[in-house]
């Protein structure tokens, strides 16, 4: 059974900087490519990051691009996102998922952590 556990979520003030963590378990997660997906408030769900499975490229949304790092251990089968300069409108729930940018919406899905940047 595919699981995903996210955390490192919390209240950061604007500014600040947070790094959340993805520990994935009964699949062969250096197989997968991965995203970091998030959902503020009232609104849909928004691709933020994603990194091929060797970890040899990543990509990131316009929003994040320069504050945001994806990054992945695959001996230690866990994803990163290390967020600084955080804003206000990064304020949301995040998800990791199985699969890149053109097909995470079908893969697995974590429960997400709650990212909260105000002052």
């Known amino acids: 059974e595919v699981q995903l556990v996210e955390s490192g979520g919390g209240l950061v003030q604007p500014g600040g900087s947070l790094i959340l963590s993805c520990a994935a378990s009964g699949f062969t997660f250096g197989s997968y490519d991965m995203s970091w997906v998030r959902q503020a408030p009232g609104k849909g769900p928004e691709w933020v990051s994603a990194?091929?499975?060797?970890?040899?490229?990543?990509y990131y949304a316009d929003p994040v691009k320069g504050r945001f790092t994806i990054s992945r251990d695959n001996a230690e089968n866990t994803l990163y996102l290390h967020m600084n300069s955080l804003e206000p409108e990064d304020t949301a729930v995040y998800y990791c998922?199985?699969?890149?940018?053109?097909?995470?919406?079908?893969?697995?899905w974590g429960q997400g952590t709650q990212v909260t940047v105000a002052s």
């Open positions: 990194i091929n499975s060797g970890a040899g490229s990543t």
């Open positions: 998922a199985t699969g890149g940018y053109s097909d995470y919406r079908g893969g697995s």
